[in-house]
C-alpha cells in the first residue's frame, strides 16, 4: 500500500478525536533489568449508554483481548453497573526493549522510550488490527522513515484483486478523508508497502481486518505518529506465548489464535523454562507445572502468576 502526502514536522498541531480524544494511552515506567511485566489487572463498571467496545476504547483494550475477558458479557449492552474485566497488565514481549515492538499474536504494539519528564525509561502500548487472513502482517525487522498527515491511499493490483473479488471497484489512488482507510496518520516503514496507521473503522483494532498493516484507534495513532522519531527501529514478531518476571514472580500470558486453536504445550514449556533461566536467581520459588497448565487451558491473553508461593 503505498501513501502520499505532506510530510508531518515536529511542532505541527495534534488534531484528537472529539469523542476519545481523552482516551487512555496505557504508559508505564519500568527497568529493563528487573522487569518484564506492566500494568495492572483492572475492573470496570458499565454505564447506561456504555457498549463492550466503548468501554475497550476509552481503556485502551482491542476487541479480542476485551471479549475473550469478558466471554458472558453482552457486547453491544452490558447493562449498567456490570463489572468488566479489563485485561490491563502485559508480559513484554522477548528480545530487545528498544523503538517499537509489533506482536502480531496478542495484537499489540509496544513503544519503549525515554519519560519526557524525567528521562528514566517507560513503556506505552497500544491494541493494534493486523492483516487478514491471505495478508498476513509480516515478521521482520524494519526502520520508521516518515510521518504522514492525510495520506492518499495507492492500493496494490493484489488488494484491488482482493476488493474486487468482494464486488467493490476500488480507484487507483484513493484521496484522504473519512473513507480512506489509513485514516488521518501514519508511519511509513522501509519494509515495502506496510505502514503503522490510523483507521476510519476503529471497531476493527484488535481484529485480523486490514490488508496487512498496523493500524491504531485514531486518537492513539495521533499521538504516536508524533512521538516516534524518525529511524526508530520496528521488530514485527510473532509471539502468542510470553513469560517474565516482575517482584519475585513469574507470569505467563497465552493468547489463542485467530481460530481459537490453543499453542502447543511443548511451545509453552519452552517460554516458561526460557524465563526461569533468565530470572531463576531473583524468583522466591520455582515453577507450579499445575499452574501453567490452567493457563493453557484458559488462553484467553490475561497474565497469570505460575511461580510456587514462597517459603516466606
Same mark, same amino acid.
Request: aromatic letters at 8%.
Given at each position: 500500500?503505498?501513501?502520499?502526502?505532506?510530510?508531518?514536522?515536529?511542532?505541527?498541531?495534534?488534531?484528537?478525536?472529539?469523542?476519545?480524544?481523552?482516551?487512555?494511552?496505557?504508559?508505564?515506567?519500568?527497568?529493563?533489568?528487573?522487569?518484564?511485566?506492566?500494568?495492572?489487572?483492572?475492573?470496570?463498571?458499565?454505564?447506561?449508554?456504555?457498549?463492550?467496545?466503548?468501554?475497550?476504547?476509552?481503556?485502551?483494550?482491542?476487541?479480542?483481548?476485551?471479549?475473550?475477558?469478558?466471554?458472558?458479557?453482552?457486547?453491544?449492552?452490558?447493562?449498567?453497573?456490570?463489572?468488566?474485566?479489563?485485561?490491563?497488565?502485559?508480559?513484554?514481549?522477548?528480545?530487545?526493549?528498544?523503538?517499537?515492538?509489533?506482536?502480531?499474536?496478542?495484537?499489540?504494539?509496544?513503544?519503549?522510550?525515554?519519560?519526557?519528564?524525567?528521562?528514566?525509561?517507560?513503556?506505552?502500548?497500544?491494541?493494534?488490527?493486523?492483516?487478514?487472513?491471505?495478508?498476513?502482517?509480516?515478521?521482520?525487522?524494519?526502520?520508521?522513515?516518515?510521518?504522514?498527515?492525510?495520506?492518499?491511499?495507492?492500493?496494490?493490483?493484489?488488494?484491488?484483486?482482493?476488493?474486487?473479488?468482494?464486488?467493490?471497484?476500488?480507484?487507483?489512488?484513493?484521496?484522504?478523508?473519512? &473513507?480512506?482507510?489509513?485514516?488521518?496518520?501514519?508511519?511509513?516503514?522501509?519494509?515495502?508497502?506496510?505502514?503503522?496507521?490510523?483507521?476510519?473503522?476503529?471497531?476493527?483494532?484488535?481484529?485480523?481486518?486490514?490488508?496487512?498493516?498496523?493500524?491504531?484507534?485514531?486518537?492513539?495513532?495521533?499521538?504516536?505518529?508524533?512521538?516516534?522519531?524518525?529511524?526508530?527501529?520496528?521488530?514485527?514478531?510473532?509471539?502468542?506465548?510470553?513469560?517474565?518476571?516482575?517482584?519475585?514472580?513469574?507470569?505467563?500470558?497465552?493468547?489463542?489464535?485467530?481460530?481459537?486453536?490453543?499453542?502447543?504445550?511443548?511451545?509453552?514449556?519452552?517460554?516458561?523454562?526460557?524465563?526461569?533461566?533468565?530470572?531463576?536467581?531473583?524468583?522466591?520459588?520455582?515453577?507450579?507445572?499445575?499452574?501453567?497448565? &490452567?493457563?493453557?487451558?484458559?488462553?484467553?491473553?490475561?497474565?497469570?502468576?505460575?511461580?510456587?508461593?514462597?517459603?516466606?
Amino acid at each position: 500500500m503505498k501513501p502520499t502526502t505532506s510530510i508531518l514536522t515536529l511542532g505541527a498541531a495534534l488534531l484528537l478525536s472529539a469523542s476519545f480524544s481523552d482516551a487512555r494511552a496505557n504508559t508505564w515506567p519500568f527497568e529493563p533489568a528487573d522487569m518484564e511485566v506492566v500494568g495492572e489487572i483492572q475492573h470496570e463498571h458499565a454505564r447506561r449508554s456504555d457498549t463492550l467496545m466503548d468501554i475497550a476504547r476509552w481503556l485502551g483494550m482491542g476487541y479480542r483481548e476485551i471479549r475473550r475477558a469478558n466471554p458472558d458479557v453482552d457486547l453491544w449492552i452490558p447493562g449498567e453497573g456490570t463489572r468488566v474485566l479489563i485485561p490491563s497488565q502485559f508480559v513484554l514481549p522477548e528480545g530487545p526493549r528498544e523503538g517499537l515492538v509489533v506482536n502480531r499474536a496478542e495484537k499489540r504494539l509496544y513503544y519503549f522510550h525515554a519519560d519526557a519528564d524525567n528521562g528514566r525509561p517507560a513503556v506505552t502500548t497500544y491494541p493494534i488490527g493486523i492483516g487478514k487472513a491471505g495478508r498476513e502482517t509480516p515478521v521482520g525487522n524494519a526502520t520508521v522513515t516518515q510521518r504522514l498527515e492525510n495520506p492518499a491511499w495507492y492500493p496494490t493490483e493484489g488488494v484491488r484483486a482482493d476488493y474486487r473479488a468482494r464486488g467493490i471497484e476500488l480507484p487507483r489512488m484513493v484521496p484522504p478523508g473519512p &473513507e480512506n482507510p489509513l485514516g488521518r496518520y501514519a508511519l511509513i516503514l522501509d519494509m515495502d508497502g506496510y505502514l503503522i496507521h490510523g483507521t476510519h473503522r476503529p471497531d476493527g483494532v484488535g481484529m485480523r481486518v486490514s490488508q496487512g498493516c498496523v493500524r491504531l484507534y485514531p486518537e492513539h495513532i495521533e499521538r504516536l505518529v508524533f512521538d516516534v522519531p524518525i529511524g526508530t527501529p520496528v521488530a514485527m514478531v510473532d509471539q502468542p506465548v510470553k513469560a517474565g518476571y516482575r517482584d519475585g514472580k513469574l507470569y505467563l500470558e497465552i493468547h489463542p489464535g485467530h481460530d481459537d486453536s490453543v499453542p502447543d504445550m511443548s511451545e509453552v514449556r519452552a517460554v516458561v523454562e526460557r524465563a526461569w533461566q533468565r530470572n531463576r536467581e531473583r524468583l522466591d520459588q520455582g515453577v507450579d507445572w499445575r499452574l501453567v497448565e &490452567e493457563a493453557w487451558e484458559n488462553a484467553d491473553g490475561v497474565p497469570r502468576v505460575i511461580s510456587a508461593p514462597s517459603r516466606s
